[in-house]
């Protein structure tokens, strides 16, 4: 695709679509395919209560479920399919993989995180993360090592070594990728140099889940969580975790599961000692269908369309005066399946960022985000955590149509904010 010029920004002299352009994929992909509309409401229509029965409904339900997971499965490369666990959420999967590391191993009495222990952490945490980890660090006086940020991968590898061997951490805890920057770490080497340190290894995939297929062949990966409503197409209450056969959590609720209802403690087999309660079956029938998706078009196809695009949008913000870019745009992240993903952020002097994404939406039909992103500690590495920034996050439905629509906003928007500030 040819790099946005201003020459652009004189299209569409009558001013912006009257058709949305949703560029906010990084907090949940829109629109879906249609098979996976099809999907949660054909399962809603016909469903029964998956394990709680020998009824056709029951049965037909519970096949579903136990075919989604054995896709979901198979997509991502994992061998023991029932280690792969359906949750309400990727953040709901972090936070059962912390308090379960602080439980003792049921298999052999062990506490993976202890007081006084130390957790190593990428400089550009979500909250989903940093949360619950602040609070297990009043608890149990965790000591929380940040890793230094390096623009364009996030951390070093040979930093993240020399922490390791220095700091000796019971976890290591990262984002694949920067909901804000867009920005990647090298998820294979950081999974070896853990492997090797004998560390355990907690990947926040949110932002890359969908966008390659071999996620958890890397060695050295322990836990491993996702949202299903992002790059798996899927819809919102549902997540994934994925724990090696290596380890053992302690579940963070109790409940029915089906099976083994005669034990007053939750089961010891996978998935069920994960997932007490009712199945959250529409939202699973609609994540197999999204893979579905994902399969047919191609992952790596769906990263190309949505990194040209940004790419393009981002070669644009770097040609303008009026706005500042907190994005790398195209970077080589040491041959990384995912050198980075289709997240771009920016600022406009003179404009709080909510300000911004509010002339956006009101002005242009443009759905973006502003403010902090959930994500603080980013926004504190990055010194942007008083205004904020102005994310566009590109999806496969994008058009190179909308990427020009939205060059000639922000053109327009920068534009005022400079008049209005006046010269310097």
Known sequence: MAVLHLALLKMNPEGASSQLIYMDNAATSYPKPEGVYCAADQYFRQAGNPGRGGHKLALSSARQVFETREKVAKFLKIRET??????PGCTYSINMVLHGLTKPNPAN????????????VSSLE?????RPLVRLSRELDLQ?????YESGKIFSIAELRRLLNEVRPSLV??????????????????????HVARTPLLVDAAQTAGLEKQHLIHPGISFWCASAHKGLFGQPGLGLLHVSKEYELEPLIAGGTGSASEE????????DRLEPGTAAGPAIAALGAGVDFVESVGADVILQHEIRLSDAFISFLKASNNVRVYSPGNVNNSGSIIPRVANVSFSVPGMSADRVVDALDKEFNIAARGGLHCAALAHETLGTIKEGLVRLSFGFFNTEAEVNELARAVHEISQRAAATAGPS
């Open 173 to 194: 805890a990262t984002l694949h990728a920067s909901n804000v920057t867009g920005e990647a770490i090298d998820i294979g080497s950081v999974a070896a140099s853990c």
């Open 264 to 271: 007053m403690n939750m089961p010891i087999v996978y998935p």
């Open 109 to 120: 009495g062990q506490t993976l995180l202890k007081r006084g222990d130390a957790v190593l």
């Open 126 to 130: 979500h909250n989903a993360l940093m």
């Open 144 to 148: 929380i090592v940040k890793i230094p």
């Open 82 to 87: 029932e280690r792969l666990v359906f949750t």
